[in-house]
């Protein structure tokens, strides 16, 4: 063990808990996988927790190697394996439902938290605080995390709302340090010391360089292959932010070489296929074969899922050499490489293309060393000297290990309002989201800004003043006055619009569409206005899941639906439009700040998976540049959950509501829905 394991484990043993901080590959979850044998071996439970179902599923697989299937169950809403286990791996809201439902936790001693720093997720960050103010001081929780500046800010936080010591535990080197280069044609593999030479020498920009860059030769990913190949660094990582271009580049550069694997590695690569032949059906193509053999190969979200499993199982056994892939990847357990390579800087980030940040970047960076093999680990960007003064000072930042804080992103959900009116009155709510990391900061903020406020009134009453002192004295009491009760007063505007809407009463009695939110997690408020408005009735088994479908899942752009809508179908969707469209949904989502789903194009596609269809025959109604065999599976999983979670909402007062959803979701569930990948 590295100290820093050791550290940790050694506070556990103690019965704290610890926040663990170190950079990608260094071996944070040696420390969860001791927690849990141990509390294992006690006969008592533990809980790990993921940010994301893949790295559930994964984690899955490697417990059930380790501790053996029956001690292990899995908890993602849409799959449930031995859900007694006395080792539950889950996705963070799934522990989170259990809280504040009130599920007994008698024998729970220990919770992970497994990429803790997801807790700023503008989309799901809320969960993981609600995990850490719900859990009970008793419970030992283990954080770990990627490298954080404000640990210590974030550990004191947890020890307030907890009540419970954190030890922080932070390992600021890399068992294999990471040499961060950048390649072109031009270069080669180099330094940005020679990429500032370089543009030295080109000096500055002309009006016509956007026409001569066009007329240079630029650097492709077959280029950084050749510079890599030569340098002796395969297998590595190339980490693309296209789904299509992981696909085309691979298939470009299979067309391109021989083979990149040893006689012996070939032999085995076509027994793991053999094996696999059986599960993969139509999803293995004669190319991917041949990909597959040459050691190439593309991983992304959309991919197969029994393809996707192939893939990550020929990489870990090191017959893939290069594999192209999208940032899902770089959330994978134990996918070294000897070298990183990066297609480009920008990516998408939600609302803007933005540069990566150093965190973003040293998350897919640190797959580049494979401990006890590497003395270092390359990353190389792809990159022309041209470009170097738009990214200097990202890669500096890079370089510097200029990591972003934590930043609390609290925004409870309807769902989460209305589960906490129901366990407490409106003072104990008050309570809790006052306990949250953005009342905490916003707590200190304010605090600061009643000290400042007071010491510049003093040095006002002394005669020293001016009109810019006034305004900052105003400024700073008005900080001071609203800082604290920002939470508070967010939080009854949610509670105010659900008396506006007639979910609650004035004195915050449950109508029926506050009952629903109890149990609704996707798409809140449009699915109970939708269920209100009885836009579900009447609906046949298929049809209703391919609403739900559509109601809980978007394609990718450039996807066409190759099925006609029928007549009902058409007036289906002119439906639920009508209601998407009301004031009391569109206000809805503008005071949560979230878009609902709406994709109508799955309506017959998930109608096809529910009447029994194989995936290779829903495939063959959709027009896709990529594989979106994956994409389409989690929407059905997806679905599956939002059908579960319309079951539980109703099966007290609508009986038959509740059957013909139970077979919906005995119909849906088979085949590739079921697979743990």
Known sequence: LDDFQVQAIEALDAGRSVLVCAPTGTGKTVVAD??????????QQVVFTAPIKALSNQKFRDYCRLF???QVGLVTGDLVIRRDAPCLVMTT?????????????DAL???????IHFLDDRERGT?????????????????LSATLPNLDELA?????????????????????????CLVSKRTGLVGPRAYDEEARTLGPRRHNDRDDRRRAPQTSHLDVFRVLRDEDLLPYLYFVFSRKNTELFARRLARTVTTLLSAEEHAAVIARISAAAPTLGYALTDELYEMYTLGIAFHHAGLHVHLKTLVEELYEARLLKVLYCT?????????????????????????????LGTRQFMQKAGRAGRRGMDTVGVVAVRMEVEDWSRFREAFRRYYNGEYEPVQSSFNLSWSSIVLLLAAHDLEGARRIVERSFLAWKLDRAAEKARTDAARLRERISGGETSKRDKQTLKRL??????????CWNEFLHKVQYLQELGYLDPDLGFQAGARLLQHLQISEILVAELYLEGVFEGLDDATLFGLLCALSHDLPRGVERLVSFTKADKALVTAVERVRRTDRVKLADEIAGAENPWEPDLLPIGRMWAAGRPLSDVMAHIDSATDISGTLIAGFRRAKDLCGQLRDAVHGSMPERAEQLTRVIRAVSRDEVEVVA
């Open 34 to 43: 001791w927690m849990v044998e141990r509390v294992l071996a006690r006969g």
């Open 68 to 70: 053996g299937e029956s």
């Open 93 to 105: 809201e799934i522990l989170r439902n259990m809280l504040l439902a009130g599920e007994p936790l």
């Open 109 to 115: 001693q220990a919770v992970v938290l497994d990429e």
């Open 127 to 143: 969960v993981w605080e609600e995990v850490l103010i719900y859990l009970p001081p008793t419970i030992q929780v283990i954080g």
């Open 156 to 180: 004191a936080w947890m020890e307030s709302v907890r009540a419970a010591p954190v030890d922080v535990i932070v390992e600021p080197k890399r068992a294999v340090p990471l040499e961060l």
């Open 327 to 355: 940032s899902t990847f770089a959330l994978g357990v134990n996918m070294p490489a000897r070298a990183v390579a990066f297609d480009e800087l920008m990516k998408f980030d939600g609302t803007s293309v933005a540069v």
């Open 477 to 486: 009491k008005r900080t001071g006055n609203q800082a604290s009760e920002r």
